[in-house]
């Protein structure tokens, strides 16, 4: 009889394509067999009555990091992770940020000590780029060997926006690597139009952040960045879509070709703009960026979830508390564009996905794991994670479908002092979260140890069945002969 070291019995095993009841042998943190019947193995999971699917790859979240303003996130890898793992997920892809004057190699060497002794996930990072000079552009090739292939850049906020040269010199540079572009993309010259008029009027609580960045600032910069990344024909990665017209761009472009991908978040389908609307600084708590919107965008996103707009639900979890470490490090009573920007929420994508998504009809089970984890492997190059098949890593997440919560700040496990989830009921909720065969969470408590995830080295994003863009003016058949290297 072959050894397995720990095989999971019972359960219906869902993948990206299909539902079917198997059991899942174990071996040395891999995925070593899978069948109708597996025996032995020196654990026996019974899953009987749940759902057998691949741990989240949570995507998009700010862990240990600076903003460009100097706030520091309130989780750092262990609470982070330790959250992420309570929420269904067995691995991440936090952000590490180059603020402008630092090399490269400085960042790095930052976050590998940050994240090394503490996360109880797997990880790798997308490195945020706010200082594209030629000595930075000069040292990304040495990041991509080592397996970032991803990184960040901004069209807003004035110490990280890069302007749109420094966006083609980025997305050059990745196209020559393979490497894949994230854009936070707003106009910044609307926002900050925005912010005068409304400081000029006196309107600066918090709720005037909700109109203070128009969906049209979005819908622009995402055409904008879109036209930017067509031009050298790179690709480019949308992320936190707010509005049903940027989706809608992203639809027209991967339809027309355009190497885009693109995300949305929970917090745009399950909270709009009255939220901010409320009692004192209450409102400071649901302040992000892109803001949230109204009930008739939500139903649009949840549209273009359905039919295959966006390749991820991420959290975008932006940690910071509601008092002076966090929201209100300028002040407990300042302007609207004086509070930190970002809420949390990575415990509770999965859970928010599950239950208004499966649970109420909107997308199927194989949908729910396309979107939870294997398109964040497919496209950000986890070629080992994501599916549920031999040889891949044994990241694991073993769901109750039919387990009902109310959602509150106590189950969150992170560092945070709110969640702006607080009070929705959830259907659907993970048991047991594995990764590389070792149990993070079963039954509500935490069995991992403090830095036992170990950094994912990643491939370049796959970009197989697109066609990409060739513009006209680079392409020599068609510009007198003339050879432009994008």
């Given at each position: 009889?072959?050894?397995?070291?720990?095989?999971?019995?019972?359960?219906?095993?869902?993948?990206?394509?299909?539902?079917?009841?198997?059991?899942?042998?174990?071996?040395?943190?891999?995925?070593?067999?899978?069948?109708?019947?597996?025996?032995?193995?020196?654990?026996?999971?019974?899953?009987?009555?749940?759902?057998?699917?691949?741990?989240?790859?949570e995507?998009?979240?700010h862990?240990?990091?600076?903003?460009s303003?100097?706030?520091?996130?309130?989780?750092?890898?262990?609470?982070?992770?330790?959250?992420?793992?309570f929420?269904?997920?067995?691995?991440?892809?936090?952000?590490?940020?180059?603020?402008?004057?630092?090399?490269?190699?400085?960042?790095?060497?930052?976050?590998?000590?940050?994240?090394?002794?503490?996360?109880?996930?797997?990880?790798?990072?997308?490195?945020?780029?706010?200082?594209?000079t030629?000595?930075?552009?000069?040292?990304l090739?040495?990041?991509?060997?080592?397996?970032?292939?991803?990184?960040?850049?901004?069209?807003?906020?004035?110490?990280?926006?890069?302007?749109?040269?420094?966006?083609?010199?980025?997305?050059?540079?990745?196209?020559?690597?393979?490497?894949?572009?994230?854009?936070?993309?707003?106009n910044?010259?609307?926002?900050?139009?925005?912010?005068?008029?409304?400081?000029?009027?006196?309107?600066?609580?918090?709720?005037y952040?909700?109109?203070?960045?128009?969906e049209?600032?979005?819908?622009?910069?995402?055409?904008?960045?879109?036209?930017?990344?067509?031009?050298?024909?790179?690709?480019?990665?949308?992320?936190?879509?707010?509005?049903?017209?940027?989706?809608?761009?992203?639809?027209?472009?991967?339809?027309?070709g355009?190497?885009?991908?693109?995300?949305?978040?929970?917090?745009?389908?399950?909270?709009?703009?009255?939220?901010?609307?409320?009692?004192?600084?209450?409102?400071?708590?649901?302040?992000?960026?892109?803001?949230?919107?109204?009930?008739?965008?939500?139903?649009?996103?949840w549209?273009?979830i359905?039919t295959?707009?966006?390749?991820?639900?991420?959290?975008?979890?932006?940690?910071?508390?509601?008092?002076?470490?966090?929201?209100?490090?300028?002040?407990?009573?300042?302007?609207?564009?004086?509070?930190?920007?970002?809420?949390?929420?990575?415990?509770?994508?999965?859970?928010?996905?599950?239950?208004?998504?499966?649970v109420k009809?909107r997308?199927?089970?194989?949908?729910?794991?396309?979107?939870?984890?294997?398109?964040?492997?497919?496209?950000?190059?986890?070629?080992?994670?994501?599916a549920?098949?031999?040889?891949?890593?044994?990241?694991?997440?073993?769901?109750?479908?039919?387990?009902?919560?109310?959602?509150?700040?106590?189950?969150?496990?992170?560092?945070?002092d709110?969640?702006?989830?607080?009070?929705?009921?959830?259907?659907?909720?993970?048991?047991?979260?594995?990764?590389?065969?070792?149990?993070?969470?079963?039954?509500?408590?935490?069995?991992?140890?403090?830095?036992?995830?170990?950094?994912?080295?990643?491939?370049?994003v796959?970009?197989?069945?697109?066609?990409?863009?060739?513009?006209?003016?680079?392409?020599?058949?068609?510009?007198?002969?003339?050879?432009?290297?994008?």
């Amino acid at each position: 009889m072959t050894a397995y070291d720990t095989v999971i019995h019972g359960g219906r095993v869902v993948t990206a394509s299909e539902v079917f009841f198997a059991d899942i042998g174990i071996r040395d943190g891999r995925i070593a067999a899978l069948a109708e019947t597996i025996e032995g193995g020196e654990r026996r999971i019974d899953a009987t009555g749940r759902l057998v699917m691949p741990g989240g790859i949570e995507g998009h979240c700010h862990i240990a990091q600076e903003s460009s303003s100097g706030v520091m996130t309130a989780d750092d890898y262990y609470s982070g992770s330790v959250s992420a793992a309570f929420g269904g997920n067995s691995s991440f892809i936090p952000f590490a940020a180059q603020h402008r004057g630092q090399s490269i190699a400085e960042v790095i060497s930052t976050y590998d000590g940050r994240a090394a002794p503490h996360s109880v996930l797997d990880y790798s990072y997308h490195l945020i780029i706010s200082d594209p000079t030629a000595a930075v552009l000069a040292e990304l090739p040495g990041v991509f060997a080592r397996g970032i292939t991803s990184f960040k850049v901004f069209m807003t906020y004035d110490l990280m926006n890069i302007g749109d040269g420094g966006m083609l010199d980025i997305l050059t540079v990745a196209k020559a690597h393979g490497a894949l572009t994230m854009v936070h993309a707003e106009n910044n010259d609307m926002v900050k139009w925005m912010n005068r008029r409304l400081a000029a009027a006196g309107l600066t609580a918090p709720k005037y952040h909700a109109i203070s960045r128009p969906e049209l600032a979005e819908e622009e910069a995402i055409n904008r960045a879109v036209s930017l990344a067509k031009l050298v024909d790179a690709a480019l990665f949308i992320v936190h879509v707010s509005t049903a017209g940027g989706a809608e761009i992203v639809r027209r472009e991967k339809l027309a070709g355009a190497k885009l991908f693109a995300e949305t978040c929970p917090q745009y389908l399950a909270l709009t703009r009255a939220d901010l609307d409320r009692p004192g600084m209450d409102g400071a708590k649901y302040i992000c960026s892109p803001p949230l919107r109204d009930t008739k965008t939500q139903d649009a996103l949840w549209r273009h979830i359905q039919t295959g707009t966006f390749e991820s639900v991420s959290s975008d979890h932006a940690p910071y508390r509601a008092d002076a470490s966090g929201k209100f490090l300028n002040g407990s009573e300042v302007p609207y564009p004086k509070i930190a920007n970002g809420m949390p929420g990575i415990a509770m994508r999965l859970p928010y996905l599950f239950s208004e998504g499966v649970v109420k009809g909107r997308i199927t089970l194989p949908q729910f794991v396309q979107l939870s984890s294997a398109n964040a492997a497919r496209t950000f190059g986890l070629d080992k994670k994501g599916a549920i098949a031999p040889g891949y890593d044994a990241d694991i997440a073993i769901w109750n479908p039919a387990e009902t919560r109310i959602a509150t700040q106590a189950a969150q496990h992170d560092n945070m002092d709110y969640t702006p989830f607080e009070g929705i009921e959830i259907t659907g909720w993970p048991d047991l979260v594995m990764n590389r065969g070792t149990i993070v969470v079963e039954k509500g408590e935490l069995k991992a140890e403090r830095g036992r995830g170990r950094f994912v080295a990643r491939k370049p994003v796959d970009l197989t069945g697109i066609p990409g863009h060739r513009a006209g003016e680079l392409d020599p058949a068609r510009n007198f002969g003339a050879e432009i290297a994008p």
